[in-house]
């Protein structure tokens, strides 16, 4: 089931947002209509080391679902812009693999660098693989958007790195029949589909996973997997105990003290303390870094410098102002001109 929370705490890689910003633009929406309360800045899409959470690149799409129109069929198109090169390392890590069998396992592995909301799981049942979906962590308004997306998506991919159709025997879906899945699907090398099933499962012949990959690099395929498990470590550190004091203090917008947050995790102040500093970290840093992101984050929104200050309980905005400019090297006046002006680029 879906859960905002569990959303809003996930890191995914700045990529699959990206694309899905491209092709709503292409489409004709603004890039302000795109990007609307999502917490991410248009000269955020322009860099590649960023990162957002899970809950903002739902933002996006239910952005583009809603502007474009919810039809069968919508998430198809965005697929086809899914190729390794626009997924940073996690696409090389796929291009070097091996094997088909491979590159599908590394892709799953490290799913958080792609463009998949969803979870997938590889079962092995005699001649036969199953490749089972599990998309209930999406919100249902735009899950069908998903699912399509990321059929094609994968599709897409696999003839980048093997130009042949995908070796599929059966394509279970958790979908309501329609002809626009007929016509596409099988250019993919679908050869049977069942729609209206409990789940969506894709039914790959085992010995065709064993297919070896053109561009296959050992050596290569060993580097691009290491810097995917050391970003997904560094992602994970950053989602423990202090994370979930950021994720507390982001609900008090900040203004939440010591013993605030220790009732609310049912421990000492002295406990408190004592884990942030196994993190390295402090309640004051995790507090500062969390008012600057929420400063941030409404100044781009559009608020007034005096509506931030407010809202996060500052009792002038000269006060704000200082503390701001301590954080960014610059007064909110000019962070929140800077952010308009690269909105507008």
């Known amino acids: 089931m879906y859960n905002q929370g569990d959303a809003a ?36 899409l322009t860099d590649p080391s960023a990162e957002i959470t899970l ?12 502007g474009v129109g919810d039809e069968p069929g919508l998430g198809l198109l965005a697929g086809m812009s899914c190729h390794p090169a626009s997924m940073g390392i996690w696409g090389f890590a796929i291009s070097a693999s091996p094997t088909l069998r491979d590159a599908l396992e590394i892709g799953l592995r490290y799913a958080d660098l792609s463009f998949t909301a969803a979870t997938h799981h590889l079962t092995d049942r005699g001649q036969d693989v199953l490749v089972v979906r599990d998309d209930s962590m ?27 159709r995908l070796p599929a025997v059966r394509l279970e879906l958790d979908l309501v029949a ?44 060993a580097l691009y997997e290491q810097q995917c498990a050391a970003i997904v470590q560094q992602r994970n550190h950053r989602r423990g105990f202090s994370a979930q004091v950021r994720e507390l203090l982001i609900g008090h917008r900040g203004m939440a003290d010591q013993s ?7 421990i000492s102040v002295r406990t408190l303390r004592r884990r942030l500093d196994q993190d ?8 500062c870094e969390t008012v600057g992101l929420l400063a941030e984050e409404l100044l781009g929104a559009g608020l007034t410098v005096e509506s931030v200050a407010a809202r996060l309980g500052y009792s002038s905005v ?28």
Request: proline residues 4%; positive net charge.
């Open 9 to 44: 705490a996930r890191v995914r890689s700045i990529h699959s947002a990206v694309l899905l910003a491209e092709f709503g633009i292409a489409r004709g929406l603004p890039v302000d209509v795109v990007l609307r309360g999502t917490g991410i800045g248009a000269g955020d």
């Open 55 to 66: 809950e903002q690149e739902f933002a996006v799409m239910r952005n583009v679902v809603t």
């Open 138 to 164: 999406v919100p249902a308004e735009i899950r069908r958007f998903a699912l399509e997306r990321d059929l094609v998506g994968i599709g897409t991919m696999q003839q980048d790195v093997l130009p042949i």
């Open 178 to 221: 329609h002809l626009v899945y007929e016509a596409v699907m099988p250019q993919f090398g679908v050869c049977e589909m069942v729609f209206d099933a409990s789940r969506t499962v894709l039914i790959l012949r085992a010995s065709s996973l064993e297919l070896a990959l053109p561009q296959a690099n050992p050596a290569s395929r």
């Open 260 to 266: 605030d947050i220790a009732a609310c995790l049912g």
């Open 280 to 287: 390295g970290t402090s309640f004051r840093e995790l507090r």
């Open 318 to 345: 000269s006060a704000f102002s200082l503390k701001f400019q301590s954080w960014k090297g610059q007064t909110p006046g000019q962070f929140a001109r800077r952010r308009r002006m690269r909105g507008l680029d």
